[in-house]
């Protein structure tokens, strides 16, 4: 029931005026077009420690994501899957507004959001990760810091999330006299089926834009995080914020992020193939 | 979301008996919490849940009291005894998700701007889960802020439809929800034409998902019925009721 920090951003009402006006000639104040992405740029394996690691700048905003991979007991009712952990903290250096202390309800929206677009699309084929079905299985981490906050964390830190994932080497764990889980040394990729994009629209207004910066979330109406796969079918999507849609803003809003996610996913591809 | 068996049989209908447009059954009961300012109890299929409104009242802490509007609390909270295996009384980060977006989809139909530093408190509590509890938890809340006289644009029924064995059904059940491959759960405000929550598990095409936005959209409508009759039936009676009908 707590309200949250990020959502309280205040920005002025004249600035907020302009920015609506501006968004209802089509036009945003950063001079993007409403559906412009900020340019994205991933560096990868820049935590050494880690069995995959990424940081994604979306503009302003940009996150760090690792993986960790161990051995642990499955989850109950998946006792033959590898488990898959997601978390997501937005640090305190990211914002003026952020403060240290347990997760707000918006961290957990966004953790949960993030995990749900991972999972949902099957990326991480986890019925591969099972080493003593039922007793020993794969755990995999991936944890993601948010280092800076200039809006659409939902989008920056799935991005993040799944370059790591498609970077990472995991160690290759091997079961001895049917007992025993022994680290061999050496690595393997992960077994992964497809690249889940996620794509975020907000509303301001009547108007539907893409990749909102603090600003213009500040100001939002509405919000849409919608999720596709490498076939451009959707696998998960979260309405947020207090405003609402019309279902033809959301069939509008389904087929722009099937477009959109589709020139982001080449994208990915391109900058994780780079210097791998 | 492995598919161990059929969910659909050979005449077309589902593991409960329904066929793939049909709603479970649906009972609301308005006014039963008699302390609170307005409340509801739904029966939806299995599901059994209590939402209790407070408020308008004065803000505890004070600085969330807000200038121009009414702060809007909503807390969806499932019960030990809810589930299979025993829930854990403390708020889950699922709960606490479902509690925000519960929140989102009623404040679209509020007048908070009448009741300026005040807060009014939804509390949802789930004493059986039956798949779809969000759904039924946001039907009842949405009738007992009715039951406690706020001003309102519009009232908002809640409904899932999703994919079950390669077919698009309607209001998914706990089954279906467990061993479908989707689930899409809506609430939409029937007067204003306006989705309030929308959330999607699970794959589905340009195609599925349209249709199963449509069919989610017409699930609503029916349970907006159902929660039209149960105002009428607590503030009119029966009489009221027939005449109307005629």
């Known amino acids: 029931m707590s309200s949250s920090k990020r959502s309280t951003i205040i920005v002025e009402h004249l600035r907020k005026q302009q920015m609506r006006e501006a968004i209802s000639r089509s036009k945003r104040l950063d001079g993007r077009d409403l559906d412009e992405m900020r340019t994205l740029e991933i560096e990868l394996g820049i935590i050494g420690k880690a069995d995959g690691s990424s940081r994604v700048r979306l503009g302003n905003s940009e996150v760090v994501a690792g993986v960790k991979v161990e051995t642990g007991t499955p989850f109950e009712g998946l006792e033959n899957k590898g488990a898959l952990i997601l978390s997501a903290e937005v640090l305190p250096i990211a914002s003026p507004y952020v403060e240290p202390g347990p997760p707000d309800e918006e961290t957990i929206e966004l953790a949960r959001v993030v995990d749900r677009g991972v999972r949902e699309s099957e990326m991480v084929d986890l019925d591969k990760l099972a080493l003593i079905p039922g007793k020993v299985v794969y755990t995999i981490f991936v944890d993601c810091s948010i280092i800076n906050y200039d809006g659409n964390l939902f989008d920056a830190s799935s991005y993040a999330v799944v370059s790591a994932l498609m970077s990472s080497k995991l160690p290759v764990f091997e079961v001895q006299d049917g007992e025993a889980v022994v680290n061999t040394g050496k690595k393997m990729d992960p077994p992964l089926t497809t690249i889940p994009v996620s794509i975020t629209a907000v509303k301001i207004g009547d108007s539907v834009i893409l990749d909102p910066t603090a600003e213009e979330e500040a100001c939002m109406d509405a919000r849409i995080t919608i999720t596709t796969n490498s076939e451009g079918k959707f696998a998960a999507l979260q309405k947020g914020s207090t405003g609402s849609f019309t279902i033809d803003e959301i069939k509008k809003a389904a087929e722009i992020a099937r477009i959109k996610g589709e020139e982001v996913r080449t994208k990915i591809k391109e900058l994780t193939s780079n210097g791998h | ?246």
């Open chain 2, 1 to 246: 979301m492995v598919q161990t068996r059929s969910l659909i049989d050979e005449h077309g209908l589902r593991t409960d008996g329904r066929t793939m447009d049909e709603l479970r059954n649906v009972k609301i009961q308005v006014g039963i919490v008699k302390n609170a300012d307005g409340s509801a109890y739904i029966e939806f299929g299995k599901n059994r849940i209590v939402a209790a409104v407070y408020g308008p009242r004065e803000v505890h802490p004070k600085h969330m009291a807000q200038p121009d509007r009414c702060v809007l609390r909503c807390r969806y909270h499932m019960s030990p005894f809810s589930t299979d295996t025993r829930k854990n009384p403390a708020p889950s980060r699922r709960e606490v998700e479902i509690s925000k977006v519960m929140r989102e989809a009623l404040e679209p139909a509020l007048m908070l701007e009448d009741y300026p530093r005040a807060a009014i408190d939804v509390f949802v509590e789930v004493l059986q889960a039956d798949g779809g509890s969000r759904c039924a938890g946001i039907t009842a809340a949405s009738v007992a802020l009715a039951d406690a006289g706020i001003n309102m644009r519009d009232i908002v029924p809640a409904c899932a439809a999703g994919k079950v064995d390669g077919k698009i059904v309607l209001d998914i059940n706990d089954v279906e929800d467990k061993e479908g491959s989707a689930d899409m759960p809506l609430a939409y405000m029937p007067h204003l034409d306006r989705v309030t929550l929308l959330q999607l598990d699970g794959i589905l095409n340009q195609e599925e998902f349209n249709e199963c936005l449509d069919k989610a959209l017409q699930g609503c409508k029916m349970i907006y019925e159902i929660q039209r009759r149960a105002l009428i039936q607590k503030y009119f009676g029966d009489e009221q009721e027939l005449k109307e009908e005629s």
